[in-house]
């Protein structure tokens, strides 16, 4: 009998403590949910120029107006130019680049500068006053002994690469420029 009253003192409170623990109230509460969305960046970059021939005449300026535009939304970058000459082209031609670039030290004819982002495209011109001038001292017989093969020409490419390694480091301009080298060669 002992054991039979101490099961059924055993199930009593078994069965009076989950009655009681049932109707305790505990305090709790729930948030809404907050939905992380991470979207992508970019730089987006175009080069315009209004025109491709042009003829020389000695003493003159031509009207040459490269352009890069750094698209609206584009993230703080990089921008360079790589202007490439002819082997002729300084026996016929000069030019100076536009005020805000600045010679990548190391590396021939190409300039950079640095961008912010902004919500809005910005247009750089490459060269200063957009043109190159024709050498005064150019004769008729230098201009008569060009090929169309010979022309002197004046190759412009545009490259951006974004501005920071991190949220606190940023490249300097010589790693910007290595950051390009697969796509510029």
């Known amino acids: 009998m002992k054991k039979r009253t101490v099961a059924l003192l055993a199930a009593l409170t078994l069965t009076l403590g989950c009655a009681v623990g ?37 003493g003159w300026s031509i009207h040459k107006d490269p352009a890069v535009t750094v698209e609206a939304g584009s993230e703080a970058c990089y921008l360079f130019v790589k202007l490439e000459k002819s082997d002729n082209f300084d026996a016929f031609m000069t030019y100076e680049v536009a005020e805000g670039w600045g010679a990548l030290e190391g590396v021939a004819g190409v300039y950079y500068r640095v961008v912010e982002a902004k919500e809005e495209d910005q247009v750089f011109s490459v060269l200063q006053d957009n043109q190159v001038l024709v050498k005064e001292t150019v004769t008729k017989e230098q201009m008569n002994a060009l090929t169309e093969e010979a022309y002197p020409t004046l190759t412009v490419t545009a490259y951006a690469s974004q501005q920071y390694k991190n949220n606190m480091d940023r490249f300097t301009s010589a790693e910007a420029w290595t950051n390009v080298q697969p796509v510029a060669e």
Do not use: H, R
């Open 22 to 58: 049932g109707t305790l109230a505990w305090l709790t509460d729930t948030t809404e949910e907050v939905k992380n969305t991470f979207t992508t960046s970019d730089i987006e970059i175009t080069l315009n120029e209004t025109e491709e021939k042009y003829k020389m005449i000695p």
